[in-house]
């Protein structure tokens, strides 16, 4: 790996190596730039460092205080915040799904939420560019939304959920297919096919699946980035004219500098507003690309609630990635819906620890109860959401006053469901008991607490006065100052994020090198 | 009520494909946790928190390896392993086992006059189920809401420790470690050879040599 200097300035110094941060360091290697990228978390070897076990796999995580409060507290850790180089992709369940093309506009075309200031066309070029990085696994036809090339590698084989879900979805007769998938079903390089051990969500220990650590990462590190693990920024630094000079980061319990033309910063939902509001100074009293006074608000899980119920069949749902497959229906039907937004449900496969969870602390039960629910393990079934939720303000990111490990401000995460998101929920719940019912299963319940993704923050738009970065992820503040990660979604659509926050990477790295070209970086 | 996966030991496989060295490494450390060893709670705290643990999830089967549930809690608190976030009506982790222990044995000399390991299994129950739906007596509640801590705290730490370990997949019919070796059969109702089988009425004694033979 090329190191570069401290005090002689890169090009970019990015943070975060994940979904946004690792693939924009690639391309911008590959284009030429000098590239030093910083994460907090360690750099795995997953063939000699990863174990099959719950409980040790949490090092992926994001496991820091965050305080979380409001009507609807968040869980965060392993539920949606990894800390290793590669990001949350390290742990990522691989669902690699394009945005509804309207949903790139959803204020003028559906009435809800805010317009993307780019175009759905540009993105569909954008999602092949990531499918095809990915070698992306997905079904021959995809029954949503405009045409698309087929998948690069041949879909997964369903497991018994999914079969599941396919014969509620027939059942009711709605569309359903193999979930596109970053786990490749035939080699690829270094990468063999998946065996189907079924724990991608504690990190993929033979390097099946197609995380930003083993694709994007490899590439940046060939094209001469520099990638610095375990290294925790902390505070992005400014001249006397307003432009940012560099990051303050601790490595092995010393604060250090890194200076750049450029920094952009790719920490995800909370970090990255977690880190533009503790570099304020008094020139930027209220944090950094902070003028709309935006940093921090609109934060956007998903809704990610669950029909349960049990078959008379074993089904063994720990084999096989956990979302085999899927329906899009109700993030394209626009009848039927007393809501804004959209969903999208899954097959699951949850691991014993995180199942338990679900019957204990969710659900209630302990005691006699609880042993015995656990018992019907292998004939357990269940559907969940990804659910889109609206934007708004009350939802944020703000600093207390405590102090975690590096002597940084303690965030504090405040999140309520407003009506709309509620309605959606209900309406998926009802309709997954339906399907649930159509496909055999009894003993149906409802897991009616749970959330994914993070989203919003830091959303880009046209003006500077509602958003914080314009459509290039460039902020209307600082020229120099860049974000791209899920904070830059305005809107999150009932999809997981990661194909979408690689893409717009790529479009961020594209639209950087043009610039660039034209001497206006 | 009979086991439903007769014979069926996870640990067989711990030599096979399916274990790679870091998996035998980390299973064997969490096998060899000593079920008396508790460095974060006090001696006065041990007693109440194992009963807790006997009661959140009962080993009353006796078999060869139980869960060591209380140490595996008092690892946790030892290392203070966070899991990334705290509610806010909650103090952090060990403050609040601290607090919670102190107000169940509170709870129970109010009801009582005896501390909580002390009591029968419904009358410790009976607190648990008090604790969960909020309806507690004791002013020692008064810092710590009942249902948060029950639910956020006692389920979540106890569960989460439980089904992490070997006895309990067991339990519940689960394949375990699984790397390099994963699984090849999918359907409905197929299992490998290296799965768990399930004694369904009149199968049982095929269900016990199956997982005999599970490797």
């Known amino acids: 790996m090329r190191q570069y200097a401290e005090d002689e300035p890169v090009d970019f110094a990015i943070v975060g190596t994940g979904a946004g941060g690792g693939t924009l360091a690639c391309k911008l290697a590959e284009y030429g730039f000098s590239v030093v990228a910083l994460d907090a978390g360690p750099y795995?070897?997953?063939?000699?460092?990863?174990?099959?076990?719950?409980?040790?796999?949490?090092?992926?995580?994001?496991?820091?205080?965050?305080?979380?409060?409001?009507?609807?507290?968040?869980?965060?850790?392993?539920?949606?915040?990894?800390?290793s180089v590669g990001g949350s992709t390290v742990?990522?369940?691989?669902?690699?799904?394009?945005?509804?093309?309207?949903?790139?506009?959803?204020?003028?075309?559906?009435?809800?939420?805010?317009?993307?200031?780019?175009?759905?066309?540009?993105?569909?070029?954008?999602?092949?560019?990531?499918?095809?990085?990915?070698?992306?696994?997905?079904?021959?036809?995809?029954?949503?939304?405009?045409?698309?090339?087929?998948?690069?590698?041949?879909?997964?084989?369903?497991?018994?959920?999914?079969?599941?879900?396919?014969?509620?979805?027939?059942?009711?007769?709605i569309d359903w297919a193999p979930t596109p998938l970053a786990t490749v079903s035939a080699p690829r390089g270094h990468s063999p096919p998946c065996v189907y051990r079924g724990m991608c969500v504690l990190g993929c220990s033979t390097n099946a699946k197609q995380s930003v650590l083993i694709t994007w990462l490899p590439r940046a590190l060939a094209a001469g980035a520099e990638i610095r693990d375990l290294a925790m920024v902390g505070r992005v630094e400014h001249d006397d004219t307003g432009r940012v000079t560099g990051v303050h980061y601790i490595r092995q319990g010393r604060w250090r500098f890194q200076s750049a033309r450029n920094v952009v910063v790719a920490g995800y939902a909370i970090e990255t507003p977690r880190l533009l509001l503790n570099s304020a100074t008094s020139r930027f009293p209220d944090g950094l690309a902070n003028s709309s006074g935006l940093?921090?608000?609109?934060?956007?899980?998903?809704?990610?609630?669950?029909?349960?119920?049990?078959?008379?069949?074993?089904?063994?749902?720990?084999?096989?990635?956990?979302?085999?497959?899927?329906?899009?229906?109700?993030?394209?039907?626009?009848?039927?819906?007393?809501?804004?937004?959209?969903?999208?449900?899954?097959?699951?496969?949850?691991?014993?620890?995180?199942?338990?969870?679900t019957q204990s602390s969710k659900r209630g039960l302990w005691g006699q109860r609880l042993l015995d629910e656990m018992e019907k393990y292998n004939h357990q079934v269940g559907l969940k959401i990804v659910g889109e939720c609206l934007p708004q303000e009350r939802n944020r990111v703000t600093l207390t006053d405590e102090k975690d490990q590096y002597g940084l401000?303690?965030?504090?995460?405040?999140?309520?469901?407003?009506?709309?998101?509620?309605?959606?929920?209900?309406?998926?719940?009802?309709?997954?008991?339906?399907?649930?019912?159509?496909?055999?299963?009894?003993?149906?319940?409802?897991?009616?607490?749970?959330?994914?993704?993070?989203?919003?923050?830091?959303r880009m738009g046209d003006d500077p006065r509602t958003s914080v970065v314009n459509a290039d992820c460039r902020s209307w503040d600082i020229p120099n100052l860049w974000i791209c990660d899920g904070s830059v979604f305005p809107t999150v659509g009932g999809v997981n994020p990661s194909l979408t926050i690689q893409a717009i990477a790529c479009r961020t790295a594209d639209r950087i090198k043009a610039l660039a070209r034209r001497g206006e970086l | 009520?009979?086991?439903?996966?007769?014979?069926?030991?996870?640990?067989?496989?711990?030599?096979?494909?399916?274990?790679?060295?870091?998996?035998?490494?980390v299973i064997d450390e969490r096998l060899a946790i000593d079920p008396d060893q508790?460095?974060?709670?006090?001696?006065?705290?041990?007693?109440?928190?194992?009963?807790?643990?006997?009661?959140?999830?009962?080993?009353?089967?006796?078999?060869?390896?139980?869960?060591?549930l209380a140490a595996m809690v008092d690892e946790k608190l030892h290392r203070n392993s966070g899991d990334g976030y705290r509610y806010a009506d909650l103090p952090p982790m060990r403050e609040a086992w601290?607090?919670?222990?102190?107000?169940?044995?509170?709870?129970?000399?109010?009801?009582?006059?005896?501390?909580?390991?002390?009591l029968g299994p419904l009358e410790q129950d009976a607190i648990l189920a008090a604790v969960q739906n909020g309806d507690v007596r004791e002013h020692a509640w008064r810092d710590l809401p009942p249902k948060s801590f029950f639910t956020k705290r006692v389920l979540h730490d106890i569960v989460s420790a439980y089904y992490a370990h070997p006895t309990s997949w067991n339990e519940i019919g689960f394949g375990g470690p699984a790397s390099p070796r994963g699984y090849v059969r999918m359907y409905f109702d197929r299992r490998d050879p290296w799965e768990a089988s399930e004694a369904r009425p009149g199968r049982e004694e095929r269900a016990r040599r199956e997982n005999a033979r599970v490797g």
Request: a neutral charge.
């Open chain 1, 44 to 83: 795995w070897r997953p063939l000699q460092d990863f174990a099959s076990d719950e409980h040790e796999q949490a090092k992926l995580y994001w496991t820091d205080d965050r305080i979380t409060d409001g009507e609807n507290p968040i869980q965060f850790g392993a539920n949606n915040s990894g800390k």
């Open chain 1, 91 to 173: 742990h990522f369940a691989m669902v690699s799904l394009r945005f509804r093309p309207e949903w790139f506009k959803a204020r003028t075309k559906l009435g809800y939420g805010a317009d993307w200031p780019l175009d759905w066309r540009e993105m569909w070029t954008y999602y092949a560019e990531v499918e095809q990085a990915l070698k992306i696994s997905g079904p021959l036809n995809y029954p949503w939304g405009p045409k698309r090339p087929r998948y690069p590698y041949r879909p997964h084989e369903l497991n018994a959920a999914a079969l599941v879900l396919a014969q509620g979805a027939e059942a009711l007769g």
């Open chain 1, 295 to 357: 940093v921090g608000k609109n934060l956007m899980v998903q809704s990610n609630q669950a029909v349960w119920g049990v078959m008379e069949k074993e089904i063994r749902a720990y084999k096989g990635p956990p979302s085999l497959a899927i329906t899009e229906h109700w993030n394209y039907a626009d009848t039927g819906k007393d809501f804004f937004g959209g969903y999208a449900y899954m097959s699951q496969g949850p691991l014993p620890v995180v199942w338990s969870g």
């Open chain 1, 409 to 458: 401000p303690v965030p504090r995460i405040t999140y309520s469901f407003c009506d709309n998101d509620k309605k959606l929920i209900e309406h998926s719940l009802s309709f997954m008991r339906r399907a649930l019912d159509a496909a055999g299963a009894g003993e149906i319940w409802d897991e009616t607490d749970d959330t994914c993704h993070l989203n919003g923050t830091a």
């Open chain 2, 1 to 25: 009520m009979p086991e439903r996966y007769p014979g069926y030991d996870v640990l067989h496989k711990r030599n096979s494909q399916s274990w790679n060295e870091q998996t035998r490494r």
């Open chain 2, 38 to 68: 508790h460095r974060f709670f006090t001696e006065e705290e041990w007693p109440t928190i194992r009963a807790v643990c006997d009661r959140i999830v009962p080993q009353t089967v006796a078999r060869p390896r139980p869960v060591p």
């Open chain 2, 98 to 118: 601290r607090r919670g222990l102190a107000a169940l044995d509170a709870e129970a000399r109010a009801r009582h006059r005896r501390r909580f390991h002390g």
